[in-house]
């Protein structure tokens, strides 16, 4: 079984940095698609950054542009989000997912087409 592993959530106030880290194990990131999402109380668990690792390609969800990075380190079988600059409003529950990359397309934000998912890991900005 695939699996995906969040950390690197916490507390942090607002305008500061966390680095969330999503581990693969039981399959190598090198051929998939690698999604971040979140979910905040109350409402629909919106895509905020992904990464085709076949080659590097990357997109955004314009809430986070300029604030947030996707990187992969297909040696650690990781991804990263880096997040910078927060906000309260980016508060949620972050989670990756995964999806195979052979179909060729580009990596998005449709929740459902992606096949594996971690359990997740909290993100409280406040001061």
């Known amino acids: 079984q695939l699996q995906l592993v969040e950390s690197g959530g916490g507390l942090v106030q607002p305008g500061g940095s966390l680095r969330l880290s999503c581990a693969a194990s039981?399959?190598?990131?090198?051929?998939?698609?690698i999604g971040w999402f979140r979910q905040a109380p109350g409402k629909e668990r919106e895509g905020v950054s992904c990464?085709?690792?076949?080659?590097?390609?990357?997109r955004y969800a314009d809430s986070v542009k300029g604030r947030f990075t996707i990187s992969r380190d297909n040696a650690k079988n990781t991804v990263y989000l880096q997040m910078n600059s927060l906000k309260p409003e980016d508060t949620a529950l972050y989670y990756c997912?995964?999806?195979?990359?052979?179909?060729?397309?580009?990596?998005?934000?449709?929740?459902?087409?992606?096949?594996?998912w971690g359990r997740g890991t909290q993100v409280t900005v406040s001061s």
């Open positions: 997912a995964a999806v195979t990359a052979r179909d060729g397309t580009a990596c998005g934000f449709y929740r459902y087409g992606y096949n594996y």
């Open positions: 039981r399959f190598t990131l090198d051929s998939y698609k």
């Open positions: 990464i085709r690792s076949t080659d590097g390609s990357t």
